[in-house]
């Protein structure tokens, strides 16, 4: 059974600070997602990564994926506040996506 | 290109009261798959289906849930006799023919509250 855990779950940070989220998942999958969710409201789909090595950058989001370690990183440069919410991975098992149980940020001025 | 498109967004059933959820995909979408998210913890996977038939449902509770897609119409998700425990966020997603390469799309959710 395919297991995904996220760490931290929360993470209380300062605004300007650097910080990285860590999506661990334990069977072979070449496809993960990280998603963005504020209270009561629904998926923002930040990033996908496709592939062992790919690095994607939105703003001041970075992810990237080493499928050989099973291992993904969302790196957070220069927090600022509006970047507060939960943030969630998701591993692709063919149609079926395994969530981490998402890593709640809150960013404070 | 509307998205997928969930109804209602919140819906309160008393305790042995039916929920129905609906769900119409992207247009061109013919894979469905619905998904539940308890309150602060990630999504589960629950069916995946296709035009008139399911294809995997083992994420389903055995009892009191059905999940259907016909031929016209949106995708229903069922909910016979709530219960307080299936207060819940339900939501769906959508995808295209020719899985691989392809992103799936969410809608907006369906928060399920049992009073």
């Known amino acids: 059974e395919l297991k995904v855990e996220q760490n931290p779950l929360f993470l209380s940070m300062q605004e300007g600070k650097n910080y990285t989220i860590y999506c661990n998942y334990s069977?072979?999958?070449?496809?993960l997602y990280w998603y963005r969710q504020d209270p009561g409201k629904s998926l923002e789909s930040l990033f996908v990564?496709?592939?062992n090595g790919a690095v994607k950058q939105e703003g001041r989001l970075m992810a990237s994926l080493d499928t050989k370690a099973r291992l993904s990183t969302l790196h957070i440069t220069a927090a600022v506040h509006d970047l507060s919410a939960t943030y969630f991975c998701?591993?692709?098992?063919?149609?079926?996506?395994?969530w981490g149980a998402g890593t709640k940020l809150i960013i404070k001025p | 290109n509307a998205g997928v498109m969930q109804n209602p967004r919140h819906l309160v059933r008393r305790r042995g009261q039916e929920a129905r959820l609906r769900c119409s995909p992207m247009?061109?979408?013919?894979?469905v798959y619905w998904y539940r998210q308890l309150p602060e913890e990630g999504l589960k996977f629950m069916v995946y289906?296709?035009?008139?038939?399911?294809?995997?449902e083992s994420g389903m509770p055995k009892e009191r849930f059905s999940a259907e897609f016909p031929k016209e119409g949106p995708s229903i998700l069922r909910i016979q006799q709530v219960v307080r425990g299936d207060s819940a966020a339900y939501f769906c997603?959508?995808?295209?023919?020719?899985?691989?390469?392809?992103?799936?799309?969410f809608g907006e959710g369906s928060w399920l509250t049992v009073v």
């Open positions: 990564l496709l592939s």
């Open positions: 289906l296709q035009k008139e038939n399911i294809i995997d």
């Open positions: 069977t072979t999958s070449d496809r």
């Open positions: 998701a591993v692709d098992m063919d149609y079926q996506l395994i």
């Open positions: 247009k061109g979408h013919s894979h």
């Open positions: 997603a959508s995808s295209p023919p020719g899985r691989a390469g392809n992103t799936i799309y």
